[in-house]
C-alpha cells in the first residue's frame, strides 16, 4: 500500500504566483509521506485570452516554473505530476502532462488530444482550440512509485475509450488534472470521475483548479481520489485560501481483488471495441 497526494490550486496569469503554490503543497504532500503528488492541469498559468495564453508559453528548458518545480522535487525527493503549457507550431499551444521524477527529470509526458470548446447560454464560452494545439498521439501508461500510471487531461474525461484503452495497457491509476467549469463541475464532475474508476476498475486521481482565475474564467475545484470501486477517498471543495492536499492509500491489492472478482469480459464478438 502507498500513499498519494492529489493537489488544487488558482493559478493566474502569473507563474511566479503559481510556481510559489506548487511549491506549498511539494511541501505539504512530503511532510504527509506521499510517494506522489499530482496536481492540476494548468498548474503554470491561467491566462485571460488566447493571446495570453500564447504568449506566455515557454519551453521546459525556458520555463522558470518547470525549473521551479524540479528544484523543489529533488529537495524534497517526491515524484510530481503536473500539467504546463509548451510552445507548438503556428501560434498555438500544447496543453501537456509531465512526470517528474524524485530526480527532478522529466520521464514522461502528454499532450491533450481532446479540446474543450463550450458555448453555454447563460454561462461560459471556452474556446480552446483556437490557441491549443490538439495532440495526436494516445498516452501511454508508466510506472511510479504509487502505481502504474495512465496520463489524460480535463475533457478527456467525458471520453471513456481513452480509459478503457488505458486499462487495456495494464494502467492501474488513471488521472485527471482538471480546470472544470462551474456550471459543467457542478453537474458533471464527481459523476464522470466515479463512472470512469468504476468501469476501468482503476483508482483514478483528479487535481483540480479552483476559484477565480480572472475576471472572465473561474474553476470548479473538488480535486478527489477515488477507488476502483467507485469510492472517493478523498476530497478538497475549499474556495481561496491556502493552497491545498488530500492524500489517500493507493491499495494495488484491493484494485485486483475488484479485477479478479467483477471480471468486465467484453463481447467484442457482437460490439466494436470502445
Not at 511549491?23 to 505539504?28: G, N, T
Request: proline content about 6%.
Amino acid at each position: 500500500m502507498t500513499l498519494a497526494a492529489v493537489g488544487q490550486i488558482c493559478s493566474t496569469d502569473s507563474m511566479v504566483h503559481n510556481l510559489a503554490q506548487c511549491r506549498i503543497l511539494i511541501q505539504k504532500a512530503a511532510a504527509t509521506g506521499a510517494q506522489a503528488l499530482f496536481l492540476p492541469e494548468a498548474s503554470d498559468y491561467i491566462a485571460s485570452s488566447p493571446s495570453e495564453t500564447i504568449s506566455l508559453a515557454r519551453s521546459v528548458s525556458e520555463s522558470e516554473f518547470v525549473r521551479g518545480i524540479q528544484d523543489e522535487v529533488r529537495k524534497f525527493k517526491l515524484p510530481v505530476h503536473v500539467g504546463i503549457h509548451e510552445p507548438a507550431q503556428d501560434e498555438k499551444v500544447k496543453n501537456t502532462l509531465i512526470w517528474i521524477d524524485e530526480g527532478g527529470r522529466i520521464q514522461h509526458r502528454y499532450q491533450k488530444i481532446h479540446l474543450f470548446d463550450v458555448d453555454i447560454k447563460g454561462g461560459p464560452v471556452l474556446k480552446e482550440s483556437r490557441s491549443v494545439e490538439k495532440g495526436m498521439s494516445m498516452p501511454l501508461p508508466f510506472h511510479t512509485p504509487v502505481g502504474r500510471v495512465g496520463p489524460t487531461i480535463c475533457f478527456d474525461l467525458r471520453f471513456p475509450e481513452i480509459g478503457l484503452a488505458l486499462r487495456r495497457k495494464n494502467a492501474e491509476i488513471i488521472t485527471f488534472p482538471s480546470a472544470f467549469t462551474i456550471p459543467t463541475g457542478q453537474a458533471h464532475w464527481e459523476i464522470l470521475i466515479r463512472a470512469r474508476a468504476i468501469e476501468t476498475q482503476s483508482y483514478v486521481i483528479a487535481a483540480a483548479q479552483v476559484g477565480p482565475h480572472n475576471e472572465k474564467r473561474s474553476s470548479y475545484g473538488h480535486s478527489m481520489i477515488v477507488s476502483p470501486w467507485g469510492e472517493i477517498l478523498a476530497e478538497l471543495d475549499k474556495v481561496g485560501g491556502e493552497p491545498q492536499i488530500a492524500t489517500a492509500n493507493i491499495d494495488l491489492g484491493l484494485l485486483h481483488k475488484v479485477r479478479s472478482e467483477m471480471p468486465l469480459l467484453r463481447r467484442n464478438d457482437l460490439y466494436a471495441e470502445v
